[in-house]
């Protein structure tokens, strides 16, 4: 099974309320990552979690806050979000925190912030 | 400074016609290259990853080439389908950082 799962598959949010993005994978892989899409534009790196460990932050603002309840689960939890939040969330996984390995990406989850 | 660049940025073909996707990269030192196809609104899927000994790497009608010295490659699309239509993505892999330089992409559709 090489697939990684993201609830939910939309999301509307006004600009004061709380949510949590939900992200899955039973393949065994130990670093798991969060990127955020905007349309035309490649995905990029928000958070990289290592054995559970949050292992990169690229300089993301506190309004979002990743947590990594366990080696299958990671969640994005949402706060105070700002229009151009809005954007397609993907999740994604790979067997060790190293680019030789692939990297398994969801589905994505299309967030817009009102 | 690592960069990725692809041509063209947008191709349009007819279904069942060949076509090629470039991706030049200036990202040093080099670890691995890969191709992702991206469908509007979902998650990219990886097609190939190739190192730099590998030059040529096929996934049943998409074949990729690798031209390490000239930091060149190409993805090469056999007898095109309608569900071709979507984002190709290059993505280099800078082998000092553990970081990924991804190219802009180039929008592919395909027409009956």
């Known amino acids: 099974d090489t697939e990684v799962t993201q609830t939910p598959k939309h999301l509307v949010m006004g600009m004061t309320n709380k949510k949590s993005l939900k992200c899955e994978q039973h393949?065994?892989?130990?670093?798991m990552y969060w990127y955020k899409q905007k349309a035309k534009k490649p995905p990029e790196l928000m958070f990289v979690y290592s054995y559970e460990k949050l292992s990169i932050n690229e300089s993301v603002p506190s309004r979002f806050s990743p947590e990594c309840p366990n080696s299958s689960l990671l969640n994005l939890h949402l706060h105070a979000l700002q229009p151009e939040d809005s954007a397609l969330y993907l999740c994604a996984s790979s067997q060790e925190w190293d680019n030789t390995y692939e990297q398994y990406f969801g589905p994505g989850t299309r967030l817009t912030v009102t | 400074k690592n960069q990725v660049e692809q041509s063209p940025q947008s191709l349009i073909i007819l279904e069942g016609k060949n076509c090629t996707l470039q991706?030049?990269?200036?990202?040093?030192?080099?670890?691995?290259l890969r191709w992702y196809k991206q469908d509007t609104g979902r998650g990219p899927v990886s097609l190939t990853i190739m190192t730099f000994s590998e030059n040529t790497k096929s996934n049943g009608r998409y074949t990729a080439t690798l031209d390490a010295d000239t930091k060149q490659s190409s993805l090469h699309i056999t007898a095109s389908q309608l569900s071709d239509s979507a984002s190709y993505i290059c993505v280099v892999n800078a082998g000092n950082n553990r970081k990924l330089i991804w190219g802009l992409g180039t929008s592919l559709g395909v027409n009956p």
């Open positions: 393949m065994g892989h130990r670093a």
């Open positions: 991706c030049n990269y200036t990202v040093s030192p080099f670890s691995n």
